[in-house]
Structure formats: C-alpha cells, structure tokens
C-alpha cells in the first residue's frame, strides 16, 4: 500500500502565481487534512474534509481552497502565493475524526 | 497562548536511559491524545494514542495521560540511537488536531 501519496515533493512559486497540491490515499480514510509546518510552530491545520463531499477550515485557512474531489482525493489550491506560504505543507488522513493521522511524505514550498 | 505546549528541549539522554517527554494542552474538552515521531526532513509518524487518563503501553514506549491536569507524557525505554528526533504531541477534539511545536530528542551512544 502507498498510504498518502502528495505530489509535488517540490514547487517554487514567484508571487502571485498559482499551484495545486494533489493529495490522494488507498486506505479507504473517510477524513482527510491539510497542514503547514513552519519551524517553531508545529503543524497548523489549513482545511480538512470529514468525510467525502464535506470540507472545513482550520486554524489558518486564507489564501487557500480545497477539494474534496473524492472519497481517495484531497487537493489543496493557492489562488495567488505570497512568500508568507512559504512552508512545507503535509496531508493527512485518519478513519474518522478522534482517530491518529497517516502522513504523506510532504510538499516543499518555496515563494519568491 | 499555545494550546497545546511542549519544551523544545533539545532533550539528550545516554543510549539505554529513559527518555521523559512532556505535553500540557489548554482545551479541556479534548479526547483524543497522540505521540508522533518526525525525523529531520520527514514527515510526521504515529506512535503512541491515548484516550482515557492513565498509562498505555506498546513495546518500549509508555503514553501517560492525566485529563485533570491536562497533561499528556511519553517515556521511552531503553532508548537507542534510532529515538532521536522530534516529537510531536497532539490533541484533538473530532476533527480538530492541534499540534505542539515538537520536542528534539537526541540519544547518546
């Protein structure tokens, strides 16, 4: 099994472009997650999507939209980047609400 | 205020000592407690959750739980070289997961 698979691992962005994280899992998790991670923060939720056809934000939320495009996909959407996203954003997913997360292997995102 | 804190340490222990680490949390209706492990450059790994106060145990690591003083802790045993990283205690209330900035633990051979 693959577990939580993100593409791209990598992406520099100039400011004002655009870009979607893709984030797919084969674990059959109702609940899916978006983070970023920034030294000396910790992981800060952005959105997640309890269940397929549902999302919510999180913690940090603007500046960012998602997709819940099915039950296995969860992509995340910068409109236009700031070098403030810059960061290493994870996708996570989990069973249910409550339950401990599986993480993808991340996306390093740099803003220039 | 940060809801849920850890000291960033770095923590170092000798190979073979007990390794403390600790998580007090502010959002008292909290359920569910984690332990994740992140090593440089990786993403995060589940290791330890908690859901009722006292202690649970798997292998060579022991998650304590006290809901009352809102204080979640991780011990690891027998520690090896192979413990250090940082880790990541986190609360969640149904979808809500709130992460502590994460523990540097660094084990000595």
């Known amino acids: 099994n693959a577990g939580v698979t993100q593409t791209p691992k990598f992406q520099v962005l100039k400011t004002g472009q655009s870009m979607t994280l893709q984030c797919a899992q084969d674990m059959n998790h109702n609940s899916m997650y978006w983070y970023r991670q920034d030294p000396g923060m910790g992981l800060r939720l952005i959105y997640y999507?309890?269940?397929?056809?549902?999302?919510d934000k999180g913690e940090v939320p603007n500046g960012y939209n998602v997709s819940r495009l099915n039950k296995r996909e969860f992509s995340l959407r910068l409109e236009s980047a700031a070098p403030s996203q810059t960061s290493v954003y994870f996708c996570?997913?989990?069973?249910?609400?409550?339950?401990?997360?599986?993480f993808g292997s991340g996306t390093r995102l740099t803003v220039v | 205020q940060k809801e849920v804190e850890q000291n960033s340490g770095p923590l170092s222990v000798p190979e073979g000592a007990i390794a403390s680490l600790n998580c007090t949390y502010s959002d008292r209706v909290s359920q569910s407690f984690f332990w994740y492990r992140q090593y440089s450059g990786k993403s995060p790994e589940l290791i330890m959750s908690i859901y009722s106060n006292g202690d649970k145990e798997d292998g060579r690591f022991t998650a304590q739980l006290n809901k009352a003083s809102q204080y979640v802790s991780l011990l690891i045993r027998d520690s090896q070289p192979s413990d250090s990283a940082t880790y990541l205690c986190?609360?969640?209330?149904?979808?809500?997961?709130?992460f502590g900035a994460g523990t540097r633990l660094t084990v000595k051979p």
């Open positions: 999507s309890a269940s397929e056809g549902t999302t």
């Open positions: 986190a609360v969640a209330n149904n979808n809500d997961m709130r």
């Open positions: 996570a997913s989990s069973e249910a609400g409550g339950r401990g997360y599986t």
